[in-house]
């Protein structure tokens, strides 16, 4: 079965059990990911993406369904996991703030991958392969003394990135990995990832929610709502056609800065009310209380997802 | 001739830490006339939510020193105004909202209190307002930011509402007084897109109604785009560029403008600019004269060795860079 | 000739380091004098044999001629009940106190400490709920109490005090480093390590204790005077050091007894009691100063 994905997941549920109740953070996901290319999951706070990069870290152990990676079955959270396993996937996580501990010093951080895994032998040659790393990333060899709290949060963001290629990883997960950065310096991170991708022939899972950023960056695009996907397309068709109501009122809504750009942008739905708290999810179709173009059957029933197109999928009953 | 609302003149201001001082401003001009809505771009550390702090002297920081230049306010000179005449400045006629509507909220009151106590001490002692006066007024208030539902809200506290609904009443709070003058310091960065465009809105019209002046900070520059009439680019503790808002988009003239306006991903999808080569200044030992020739793409000899003034274009445009002398006359100090 | 340029380079960056704390540190002048007071105690604890007058006055001496004599030239802070030199016993006394600090931290941090990274990092399991009851119950007892019912049964002196002491105070460190433990446990950076694979035992020492280290020197520091203050309060009652060791605590109780007369006899160990806590306790708070992470 020639069946070139470096990633499947199938039927993903991943629910939380708290004080107020059940969070399903994550309902029902099918997605597939392809050698070599780069993902992209939108959403905005609550839609479930995070958790999604988490599990299939092994941060969390899922509640249901699949995660298939290269035909091999690995729905075990990050303890169950084999060593060579955690090699393979490594994850970029949001926040620079906290994702290097501030004890440690850049060398050790950069370290600890290479002598878990034994990527060489001595150290000696530790050092001299955590110097190539910061190369690869652009910051000078004298930050191997430097603390995080140090450097910037674009340094600290590298190097995160340096450390998840440390162990020559196949798949990266990047949780957000420019969003608290500025622009010229997303600029810089993101030609990186992407000479990177180039370069070690690496699949991503990249999410945010900046859309316009996601338009630059990924080929395929799924967007997310309250623990589901509501629409998933190659990227040139997902932002030329996009289907689902949720799709154009978020693209009608980010500010762009030329004209050229606002003709892109889908007829301007204004957008009202906020997201439901992910413990009481209204029945039916989850984004119903907020959509302009609601009807009856959306309170009730919840749509399942179809392939409108070749490649592009909506649930939105509108399209039933 | 119109007094200009804030004037800032050649503002210099240094931090004193361990190995020296931070020169953090390096001669601000940053003007503000009435009923205008003014931009303020830059990216991080560039010094731009000091100048505004120091504009209202809330710094905090006791090893922050001004070395020179002016802070007017209407015509008044901000530093040399004693503690009772600023805090009637900030009571009365600037308000300012900030990034983080949870940090700025105190989570051990409720929203209600936090409110009342505003009203009481900016107009409340003055006209004497009884307790049902403030309460209405503390509910108008809430009305006017399109809260629903005011009364449960006013007795809620800051953990009990979202984000937006945070940000909102920061704003309610902020438009209290009868003020001249918004600070609005990245209103929106933690915000989701929609309710950060919802905020946006409501900021507007908000502001249109009032008739107040804004200055707005963000480093998403779709958000100044659509707000402001006039915009300023900062860069390493100086403005570098001060033009109408879409001149600037269209038509920035500054090297730095120039870079960080095509760094911003475009929804065409053509990709991403190489970024900035380079890295910020080192505050500690800025480089000699304008602070960007390291990182410029048309450097010349004279940008080493001196650093150029706002030159300027047209009325209203303005470019700190060497590369516009032959062409215009210089506006000078 | 590389690996010595690479430690040359190593020395400046530490040395760097050092500098920019000591500047920190300085800003304050209470902690200079805290630290002060510390060397000069530490200083005198040390050479006490050397530079004290009387080295007599510690052992089994009394010499009634030169009994409750007041503070002279020859006797600073006057003598005892017994001829002893004040000025002498005291000096020595604050070797008692510093030792009785010394070997209580030396039993109750390391104890303390590695409790509290298992149950922190076991939260929510039986291993947790083991420590932390064992912790609950020994904290729910006075201290005072425990340490006299357990000097009662055992020889009285001053190891078994340091022990009796021991036994409660590694809770307090396992409680404060189980907070932290428990707080850090969910950043992002400990993900990070185990979703790279790093083993447990590295998690704990190399990545959270590291996080701990703050908040553990200051809370020594701060010990150290709270140590000597139980003491004392022992060794006012009766345990602790006995006769004719100085120790502050008995001194000061003997010393009350020729109250208002023999003012010097209760009256100088007290102040000296009280210049050495709040001497550890400036220090402590000038150290923990130092540990507020400064950002760029």
Redesign the interface.
Same mark, same amino acid.
Request: charged share 25%; hydrophobic share 35%.
């Given at each position: 079965m020639a069946n070139n994905n470096i990633l499947t997941i199938k039927n993903l549920k991943k629910y939380f059990i708290t004080q107020q109740g059940i969070v399903k953070a994550v309902n029902d996901i099918n997605l597939s990911i392809k050698e070599g290319e780069i993902f992209g999951l939108v959403g905005e706070s609550g839609s479930g993406k995070s958790t999604v990069a988490y599990t299939i =870290? !092994?941060?969390y152990q899922l509640t249901e369904g699949e995660i298939i990676y290269r035909n091999q079955d690995i729905s075990n959270e @990050?303890?169950k996991r084999s060593?060579e396993l955690?090699?393979e996937i490594?994850?970029v996580?949001q926040?620079p703030g906290?994702?290097?501990?501030?004890?440690?010093s850049i060398y050790?951080i950069l370290e600890?991958?290479l002598k &878990? %895994?034994a990527i060489v032998k001595n150290r000696k040659d530790r050092t001299e392969k955590v110097k190539e790393l910061l190369k690869m990333v652009e910051l000078p060899e004298?930050y191997i003394?430097k603390y995080p709290?140090?450097?910037?949060g674009g340094e600290r963001q590298m190097v995160?990135i340096a450390?998840a290629l440390a162990?020559n990883p196949s798949l990266v997960l990047l949780d957000e990995p420019t969003s608290a950065l500025d622009v010229s310096i997303q600029a810089k991170i993101i030609n990186m990832l992407i000479q990177f991708q180039k370069n070690f022939n690496l699949s991503y899972l990249f999410i945010t929610h900046d859309l316009i950023l996601m338009r630059n960056v990924a080929s395929s695009v799924a967007i997310m709502y309250l623990g589901k996907i509501c629409e998933k397309a190659i990227s040139s068709e997902f932002f030329r056609n996009p289907l689902h109501p949720y799709t154009q009122m978020l693209l009608s809504s980010i500010p762009v800065l030329t004209d050229e750009e606002e003709k892109l942008k889908p007829k301007k739905i204004k957008s009202t009310g906020e997201i439901p708290s992910p413990v009481n999810i209204p029945p039916g179709c989850s984004f119903h209380s907020r959509c302009p173009k609601k009807m009856d059957i959306c309170s009730k029933e919840d749509p399942v997802m179809v392939e409108v197109t070749k490649g592009h999928f909506v649930r939105c009953h509108l399209y039933n | 001739m119109q007094t200009p609302l804030i004037n800032i003149k050649d503002l210099h201001l240094e931090f004193k830490v361990? !190995?020296g001082t931070l020169k953090v401003l390096d001669g601000v001009n940053f003007t503000v006339w009435p009923k205008e809505k003014v931009g303020l771009i830059g990216e991080a @550390?560039c010094g731009k939510t000091t100048t505004l702090k120091s504009i209202i002297k809330i710094l905090g920081m006791t090893s922050a020193r001004i070395t020179k230049g002016k802070i007017l306010f209407k015509g008044r000179d901000i530093l040399k105004m004693n503690k009772a005449e600023i805090q009637d400045v900030r009571r009365k006629e600037i308000s300012m909202i900030f990034q983080d509507p949870t940090a700025a909220l105190n989570p051990v009151f409720s929203i209600g209190s936090q409110l009342k106590n505003i009203i009481k001490y900016s107009v409340g002692l003055k006209e004497n307002l009884t307790r049902k006066e403030i309460e209405t007024r503390a509910i108008e208030a809430l009305k006017r930011v399109m809260l629903p539902d005011p009364e449960r809200i006013l007795v809620s506290y800051p953990i009990q509402l979202s984000g937006g609904m945070r940000q909102r009443v920061c704003i309610a709070m902020a438009l209290l007084s009868n003020l001249d003058l918004l600070i609005a310091d990245e209103p929106g960065t933690s915000l989701d897109v929609t309710i950060n465009d919802q905020i946006l809105h409501l900021l507007d019209n908000l502001v249109k109604k009032k008739n107040i002046s804004v200055i707005l900070i963000s480093h998403a520059l779709g958000m100044i785009k659509n707000i402001t009439e006039r915009t300023y680019i900062m860069y390493a503790g100086s403005m570098v560029e001060v033009a109408k808002t879409a001149e600037i988009f269209i038509n920035p003239l500054h090297p730095y403008s120039q870079d960080l306006i095509a760094a911003v991903p475009k929804l065409t999808g053509e990709g991403i600019s190489q970024g900035i080569p380079g890295h910020i200044p080192d505050y500690l030992n800025p480089p000699p004269g304008c602070r960007y020739h390291p990182r410029c793409r048309y450097v010349m000899p004279i940008c080493k060795v001196k650093n150029p003034p706002f030159l300027k274009i047209n009325e209203i445009h303005q470019v700190a860079c060497w590369l516009f002398k032959k062409e215009v006359n210089q506006v000078g100090k | 000739m590389k690996k010595s340029i690479f430690i040359q =380079?190593?020395n400046s960056?530490k040395w760097e380091k050092v500098?920019?704390n000591w500047?920190?540190f300085s800003r304050n002048y209470l902690s200079i004098i805290g630290l002060i007071t510390v060397t000069i105690i530490l200083f005198l604890a040390i050479f006490a044999p050397f530079i004290t007058a009387h080295p007599e006055a510690v052992g089994r001496y009394v010499n009634f001629s030169e009994a409750k004599k007041p503070p002279c030239l020859s006797y600073p802070f006057g003598t005892d009940m017994f001829g002893r030199d004040n000025l002498t016993r005291t000096i020595y006394a604050f070797r008692i106190s510093l030792l009785m600090a010394f070997v209580v931290l030396l039993i109750a941090v390391p104890l303390g400490v590695i409790l509290g990274l298992i149950a922190g990092y076991f939260q929510g399991t039986w291993i947790d709920t083991i420590i932390m009851r064992i912790t609950d119950i020994f904290l729910s007892i006075p201290p005072l109490i425990l340490a006299l019912a357990i000097c009662s049964i055992f020889p009285r002196n001053l190891l078994t005090t340091m022990l009796a002491i021991s036994i409660l105070w590694w809770t307090w460190c396992c409680r404060m480093v189980y907070g932290i433990v428990t707080s850090v446990k969910g950043?992002?950076?400990?993900?990070? =390590?185990?979703?790279? !694979? =790093? !083993?447990r035992l %590295?998690i704990l020492f190399?990545?959270i204790l590291?996080?701990c280290?703050s908040e553990i020197i200051t809370k020594i520091t701060l010990d150290v005077g709270a140590i000597i203050l139980i003491g004392s309060s022992l060794s006012f009652v009766g345990l602790g050091a006995q006769p004719p060791t100085a120790d502050l605590g008995s001194m000061i109780a003997n010393g009350t007894k020729y109250l208002p007369d023999q003012w010097w006899m209760a009256v100088f160990p007290g102040i000296a009691l009280a210049i050495v806590v709040l001497g550890f306790n400036l220090l402590g708070d000038g150290i923990h100063d130092l540990f507020v &992470?400064?950002?760029?």
């Open positions: =870290a !092994g941060s @990050s303890k060593k955690k090699k490594q994850i996580f926040d906290t994702s290097l501990n501030p004890a440690r050790q600890l991958p &878990v %895994h004298d003394y709290q140090m450097i910037g995160s450390r162990t | 361990f !190995g @550390s | =380079a190593l960056k500098q920019r500047y920190r950043e992002f950076f400990i993900q990070s =390590a185990e979703l790279i !694979g =790093a !083993g %590295h190399m990545e590291p996080n280290l &992470v400064e950002e760029r």
